[in-house]
């Protein structure tokens, strides 16, 4: 049952979650103050190279309305400027701008909290002369996910559960079918909506032979040589192996939708699928997967990733996308020795995904879980790359 919390003294300013976004983008400077427990902070926060953020939680400041004490709080938030207030859902956050207001200080409210953050979804093209490509971005876990389109009909690349409606929309307004909802893989830190759309727009839901294997019910599964005719663009599968078994990217023109294999400034994590003890096969194969099996596509080749870090730039246009040339001479990866490789990314791995183990099931399809629920499971950080402080 959700907490009730004391009308803010004073109707604060309101910051979306849009806005505030637009504010990471331009790296404008952000005075934050999260009002959440400690252990929400720590384990999910707003991040950014501009961000200065302090953590007080919301009953310091219910004591300071009682004692008097409002001023000596503030003092206590650091950076200088207007502050933005956080919370789950701008209740709480709503009641200390409120009052921060009231006091003189120049504070707005984080509307909706993180929970808001966590349902903004951005999109933009990525040029591509065979299709219309869209990328979309969930900036609050990092997750990206595509859009193709040509000649009325669609395909969506890793939708999220949580954005059905979006694609659904989307595909309408380029006047398109949705053909095919696709996954590049069994994912772990969010509940795909490979299912959802296939139930609700009739689009095929497809996914590879190797991530079939696990144990993916309910699906078409695609062998690495069967193409996708989706309009007059045509979507060429490529196995990509490390991330999982069954991870497989694909081309359309001159496009590499990456899925977890490589990213913008990192390699994925391989030890979602088969733990610590499975991880340095997995990792092997990675590097055959980075130095072999994308040996094939010129150094043109545009590479769109299925996740970016907050300190990832993005390209002129906008998009989280580079060249495999760029990338090729950027991460080490390239060119290691298999066996330090293996080291390298394996002595080096992040903590999992929340709740990891449930979503695999869920996307598996031997677990269920309502779309509340859904939601929950996903919030936080996505944690899929081997290191992100690390250009490996």
């Not at 969930?138 to 559960?161: F, I, K, N, Q, T």
């Not at 996740?307 to 990832?312: A, F, N």
């Amino acid at each position: 049952m959700a907490e009730d919390y004391p009308d803010p003294p004073t109707d604060p300013p309101s910051l979306s979650a849009a806005a505030l976004q637009a504010k990471l983008d331009a790296s404008e400077s952000l005075r934050l103050l999260d009002v959440r427990d400690r252990d929400e902070y720590e384990q999910w926060r707003i991040r950014g190279d501009a961000v200065t953020a302090t953590q007080l939680p919301f009953t310091k400041f219910l004591q300071a309305k009682v004692t008097g004490e409002v001023d000596d709080v503030v003092d206590d938030v650091a950076g200088t400027g207007p502050i933005t207030v956080v919370c789950g859902r701008g209740e709480a956050s709503a009641f200390v701008a409120g009052l921060l207001t009231e006091h003189g200080v120049e504070a707005q409210n984080l509307s909706d909290g993180m929970e808001g953050w966590a349902r903004l979804y951005e999109a933009r093209e990525i040029p591509c002369d065979a299709a219309t490509v869209r990328q979309y971005r969930r900036p609050s876990s990092g997750c990206l996910g595509y859009m193709v389109v040509s000649d009325g009909s669609a395909a969506v690349v890793d939708p999220l559960r949580a954005f059905t409606d979006r694609y659904a929309a989307d595909a309408a307004d380029h006047d398109a079918t949705l053909t095919y909802a696709m996954d590049t893989h069994v994912h772990a830190d969010h509940v795909s909506g490979v299912r959802r759309l296939a139930a609700e727009t009739g689009a095929e839901p497809v996914l590879s032979e190797r991530a079939v294997a696990r144990g993916v019910e309910d699906v078409t599964a695609l062998a690495d040589d069967e193409t996708l005719d989706v309009g007059s663009a045509t979507l060429e599968p490529r196995y990509l192996p490390g991330h999982t078994t069954g991870m497989t990217g694909f081309t359309v023109d001159d496009v590499l939708l990456a899925g977890d294999s490589v990213f913008l400034d990192s390699v994925a994590r391989p030890d979602l699928e088969a733990g610590a003890d499975g991880a340095r096969d997995l990792a092997r194969d990675l590097h055959r997967t980075l130095t072999e099996r994308l040996a094939g596509l010129p150094d043109e080749t545009l590479v769109a990733p299925g996740h970016y870090s907050e300190s990832t730039p993005p390209s002129d246009g906008g998009t989280y996308t580079a060249t495999l040339g760029t990338l090729r001479g950027r991460l080490p990866a390239f060119g290691m020795d298999r066996e330090a490789f293996v080291e390298h990314v394996c002595d080096d791995i992040p903590p999992r995904p929340a709740n990891f183990e449930r979503i695999i099931a869920i996307n598996l399809g031997t677990e269920t879980a309502d779309d509340d629920a859904a939601f929950e499971l996903e919030l936080g950080p996505n944690n899929c790359a081997a290191a992100p402080s690390d250009a490996v």
